[in-house]
């Protein structure tokens, strides 16, 4: 994926580094890798807020400011967030205006390790990226990526011309990361989560469990569009990037996570969808571009 060189959002916020920040009890990291072995990230904000009240409660976190000398390796992800991001801020801005006739109020990023405070109580970071609508934040653990990045690391590498992008390998599945947490922002604005939430309230478990998935359904095919118009509009997309990305989706698909945790799959307890669907709805954002295709709710999924 090409990235350099282009505009770089204001919208991020660095609170990495600095120390200061203290998490709970080991049973509370405990209770944190559980729910990350099952969920990996996409966290949706119901659960990530369960998630992080149980841990608020013991623990301290001081508010760290951003690196006063960040490496060459901190500045890079800082300045890939902040391009993605503002990628993010051209499609939506021009979709908003065109499709919706109305205007787009992008997100803030912020970019933590460690534990961060947000609007939904605080959070670990091994609890992967996730959205807070309080705060109209997206939370980004820097190295949750670079869990993602060995991870695609490994599994990118089809022969030895690939070898050369290795360093880049997992650029464009973070970038999908970053656009699917934008695509639960815009469910915020659009006044769809909150249609999902009181739906979900009245439901039995298994139909609150299938409005979450096509909730997180809808936010793979906002990330489609978000492909579809940066490619219009910068061509960034190189050979392979949206493999890498539909590798993502195969690792991060509840199917999957599910196997690797428990050697079954209960369809039931889905919330996020399987592989084959979030692969499916990140393809129809993909080549339609348009955002009246991302209606899950209405749709076989
Ligand atoms: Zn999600």
Not at 196 to 212: C, F, G, P, T, W
Request: with cysteine.
């Amino acid at each position: 994926m090409r990235w350099k060189g282009r505009r770089v959002s204001t919208n991020v916020e660095d609170r990495r580094g600095g120390g200061g920040a203290k998490a709970g009890g080991i049973s509370i990291l405990g209770l944190v890798v559980a729910f990350v072995a099952w969920k990996f990230f996409g966290v949706d904000p119901q659960q990530a807020y369960q998630a992080t009240k149980q841990v608020t409660s013991q623990s301290q976190v001081a508010e760290t400011q951003g690196l006063d000398h960040p490496t060459a390796e901190q500045q890079e992800a800082m300045d890939f967030v902040g391009t993605v991001l503002a990628d993010t801020e051209d499609t939506w801005t021009q979709v908003f205006q065109q499709q919706l006739n109305s205007q787009y109020v992008p997100p803030k990023l912020v970019l933590f390790s460690g534990v961060v405070n947000s609007g939904c109580g605080t959070a670990q970071s091994a609890m992967g990226p996730f959205y807070c609508p309080t705060d109209q934040k997206v939370y980004i653990d820097t190295s949750f990526f670079k869990l993602m990045h060995q991870q695609m690391g490994i599994s990118g590498e089809k022969n030895t011309t690939e070898l050369a992008r290795r360093d880049q390998a997992g650029d464009f599945a973070q970038a999908y990361v970053v656009a699917h947490e934008v695509g639960h922002h815009l469910q915020t604005l659009l006044g769809i989560s909150e249609q999902v939430q009181k739906a979900r309230n009245q439901a039995n478990k298994v139909q609150s469990n299938q409005l979450s998935v096509r909730q997180e359904l809808q936010a793979d095919c906002f990330a489609g569009i978000w492909a579809n118009r940066t490619q219009q509009r910068t061509q960034f997309l190189e050979q392979g990037d949206i493999e890498e990305a539909m590798d993502a989706a195969q690792k991060i698909g509840d199917d999957y996570l599910q196997k690797r945790a428990t050697g079954q799959v209960v369809p039931d307890s889905f919330t996020h969808g399987t592989s084959q669907q979030r692969m499916q709805w990140f393809q129809t954002g993909l080549k339609s571009g348009n955002i009246s295709d991302c209606d899950t709710f209405n749709q076989t999924i």
